[in-house]
């Protein structure tokens, strides 16, 4: 079975700063990986994905995040946040033989100060 | 586009009473999830159908929870009865025909928060 690390459990930032949130997965298969994002008093909602091609995969509100099979990773970036970045992320995988649900990591909050 | 409707969004009930939680997926998709979301956990899958079947229920506690989508479209989650440790955030989710594995993304609905005392 699948499971998802996230390493970081609450980062506080000051704007501008540049994000990086850690997340790793245990499968030994092949995996379609997730960022999911969720705002204060919102559903969660895609960040971006990954299913095959080029690693390094760009989502929205400049969000890129970096998949390293061999580290089993796929880290979250962004080069400077804004206080409207303030959110809890959360990193999820499934296995792509199957019709098998996403595996969701415990989550990262991350607070974006002025 | 209408996204996934949830209700109730609130909920407060005494322990071993019973809950029960409605959910409409968008329009056209076949497979629906239900989550649960303990605070300061990620989601966890409770159970999954694609149309009116369930695909994947081993994490449902079926001592106390069931689930149904008799015509493949709205859902219903009940918890009967409650114990304190099922208070959280139940969410919906649906997607299109073979989830993730076949590339689809899965939209999540607002969530039913449920807190037993």
């Known amino acids: 079975a699948q499971s998802v690390s996230q390493h970081n459990h609450h980062v506080i930032l000051s704007e501008a700063a540049s994000l990086e949130l850690g997340c790793n997965y245990s499968?030994?298969?092949?995996?379609?990986l997730f960022w999911y994002v969720q705002y204060p008093g919102q559903h969660l909602q895609l960040l971006l994905k990954y299913f095959s091609g080029d690693p390094l995969v760009k989502g929205i509100k400049g969000f890129e995040a970096e998949f390293i099979k061999s580290k089993f990773s796929f880290n979250l970036r962004k080069p400077s946040v804004q206080w409207s970045d303030t959110a809890e992320y959360f990193c999820?995988?499934?296995?792509?033989?199957?019709?098998?649900?996403?595996?969701f990591g415990k989550g990262t909050r991350l607070s974006v100060i002025a | 586009e209408a996204g996934v409707a949830q209700s109730p969004r609130y909920k407060i009930i005494e322990k071993r009473q019973s809950v029960a939680f409605w959910c409409n997926p968008i329009?056209?998709?076949?497979?629906l999830y239900w989550y649960q979301q303990i605070l300061g956990q990620g989601p966890k899958l409770l159970i999954q159908?694609?149309?009116?079947?369930?695909?994947?229920d081993s994490q449902l506690p079926k001592d106390r929870f069931s689930a149904e989508r008799l015509k493949g479209v709205d859902s219903t989650l009940k918890i009967q009865p409650a114990k304190l440790e099922d208070s959280a955030v139940y969410l919906c989710a649906s997607s299109l025909a073979g989830g993730p594995s076949s590339g689809n993304t899965i939209y999540f609905g607002e969530g039913s928060w449920l807190t037993v005392v």
């Open positions: 999820a995988v499934n296995a792509l033989a199957g019709n098998t649900p996403l595996v």
């Open positions: 329009s056209g998709h076949a497979t």
């Open positions: 499968y030994g298969g092949t995996v379609n």
């Open positions: 159908f694609q149309n009116n079947g369930v695909v994947d």
